[in-house]
């Protein structure tokens, strides 16, 4: 049987994961909530590494763990997820998804800009870990994903998307290489979920920064992921021009 302090904290969990909401201050891709809950439970949870409480900040961001965590919580109680969580499975690509990746990556972009079958299913082969599928749980259906190559390397160029020979398992930093979600998904904000979702894993992983190009249209909705603007990239892929940015993970 659980103590009282035990239940405290757990619900401290669960609450904070259901109240959280981004910082809005463009610089991390964390999700913040207020601290205004039992202060010895604060501790105990940064100290089981479930959350990082910032205190000069008066606020706390959920470790990946501690979300998890909270899930399982809320799983125990009978009390329903965040909607995004109810609705959809997120989970690193599985090889039976390969080919329905590469229809989605068809939809997704224009034909100048998207990766060909050929390069995607070589990409999912050599780097599937570096993938995260959101799959709606009542259809089975592949909704979106996100994924990227590990390197070393400090900047962007165009032979990340067709050389997954290029993917170095242990790399410091991760090239993103696309973010598909399929139209009838849209507005959901499924995009951020797996946006920050997979930030949130790198970090984990000791990633240093993850790198991406993209349309001038889209720097604004990556500014609000935390994503930094380094300004027009070397990349011609597709014959268009792009902006690289990059969020740091970890210093």
């Not at 984990?204 to 027009?232: A, P, Q």
Request: glycine content about 6%; charged content about 35%; proline content about 3%.
């Amino acid at each position: 049987m659980k103590t009282a302090r035990e239940s405290i904290e757990e619900l401290t969990l669960a609450l904070l994961y259901l109240t959280a909401f981004p910082d809005g201050e463009g610089m991390r891709y964390d999700e913040l909530a207020w601290k205004n809950y039992d202060f010895d439970a604060i501790d105990s949870l940064d100290n089981r590494e479930l959350i990082i409480n910032r205190k000069r900040a008066k606020s706390v961001y959920l470790t990946e763990q501690g979300r998890e965590k909270a899930r399982e919580i809320l799983r125990e109680i009978g009390f329903p997820d965040r909607e995004l969580y109810e609705r959809f499975d997120f989970h690193e690509i599985r090889p039976e998804e390969a080919e329905e990746a590469a229809e989605i990556e068809q939809i997704c972009f224009p034909p100048n800009e998207a990766c060909s079958r050929e390069h995607m299913l070589e990409r999912i082969k050599a780097a599937p870990e570096l993938f995260l599928a959101a799959t709606e749980k009542r259809s089975g259906k592949m909704a979106g994903f996100l994924n990227g190559i590990a390197t070393n390397e400090e900047r962007f160029r165009d032979e990340f998307f067709t050389d997954a020979s290029l993917h170095k398992p242990d790399g410091k930093n991760v090239m993103l290489l696309g973010l598909d979600v399929l139209p009838e998904f849209r507005k959901l904000g499924l995009a951020r979920e797996l946006v920050f979702g997979y930030c949130r894993r790198e970090q984990e992983r000791g990633r240093k920064r993850l790198i991406l190009t993209c349309h001038s249209r889209l720097v604004k909705m990556y500014r609000k992921f935390g994503f930094r603007d380094l300004g027009e990239s070397a990349s011609e892929w597709g014959g268009e021009k792009w902006h690289e940015m990059d969020i740091v993970t970890n210093l």
